[in-house]
């Protein structure tokens, strides 16, 4: 069956720290992964998207990487902060507008909490 | 712009009884999805539509839920009769593949079926 694990539920890292966040899947062959933020109460917000032929992405302290052979992405937070604490969410997005009467769907792990401790 | 819209944001409900949340989608944006979440399964996917038309309806638990999207600006999810079971936050997201892959999810209905 299709699977999308991160890494673990809960993840508490010292402030100024690396923080490194795994996602695997099985059984998929998604032309794009994407990381959502979310916090207490509110919906998901997005923050990164990698694409199949891409190996890494940048956004101010994130960085994404992805690698198709392993089935991972890893979502690293540099420098990280208290404000950085959240729950991160990987999703896989399996065919982006590729076809209108097809599958579009994104599939979501179910999240890694992360905790920044001052 | 203020984003994706939902209402309620919390409803609390007795089993039995009918249930509508309503979504108001970023404007231009052509896809719209309607997602729940819960703490055993996470993010799942119940219907999305593009151009107002439901395309993909197979995450839909039960003939017990319903979606329409009468126009480009408004869509709800019905649920009649409610149950327990169906406690869960629901979220609607939209997209629009020319601007941006990402989706904008709205802060979610919080559904308590007593």
């Known amino acids: 069956s299709q699977k999308i694990e991160q890494n673990s539920e809960a993840l508490n890292i010292q402030e100024g720290k690396t923080a490194t966040l795994t996602c695997n899947y099985t059984?998929?062959?998604?032309?794009?992964l994407q990381w959502y933020r979310q916090d207490p109460g509110r919906g998901p917000v997005f923050l990164l998207l990698?694409?199949?032929?891409?190996k890494e992405k940048r956004k101010e302290r994130l960085k994404v990487t992805f690698d198709t052979t392993l089935k991972q992405s890893l979502f690293h937070i540099t420098a990280s902060q208290p404000a950085d604490s959240a729950t991160y969410l990987c999703?896989?997005?399996?065919?982006?507008?590729?076809?209108?009467?097809?599958?579009?769907?994104?599939?979501f792990g179910t999240g890694t909490r992360l905790t920044v401790i001052p | 712009d203020a984003g994706v819209i939902q209402s309620p944001r919390h409803e609390v409900t007795e089993m039995g009884q009918e249930v509508t949340l309503r979504c108001k989608p970023i404007?231009?944006?052509?896809?719209l999805f309607w997602y729940r979440q819960t703490m055993m399964r996470g993010l799942e996917l119940l219907i999305y539509?593009?151009?107002?038309?439901?395309?993909?309806d197979s995450g839909m638990p039960e003939d017990r839920f319903s979606a329409k999207m009468p126009n480009a600006s408004f869509s709800t999810l019905k649920i009649q009769p409610s149950e327990p079971r169906d406690s869960a936050v629901y979220f609607c997201?939209?997209?629009?593949?020319?601007?941006?892959?990402?989706?904008?999810f709205g802060s979610g209905t919080r559904l308590t079926v007593v």
């Open positions: 990698i694409r199949e032929n891409e």
């Open positions: 404007s231009g944006h052509d896809y």
């Open positions: 539509f593009n151009n107002n038309v439901p395309i993909d």
């Open positions: 997201a939209s997209r629009n593949l020319e601007t941006n892959y990402g989706y904008t």
């Open positions: 999703a896989l997005d399996i065919f982006p507008g590729r076809s209108l009467t097809g599958a579009n769907n994104l599939f």
């Open positions: 059984n998929y062959s998604p032309a794009y």
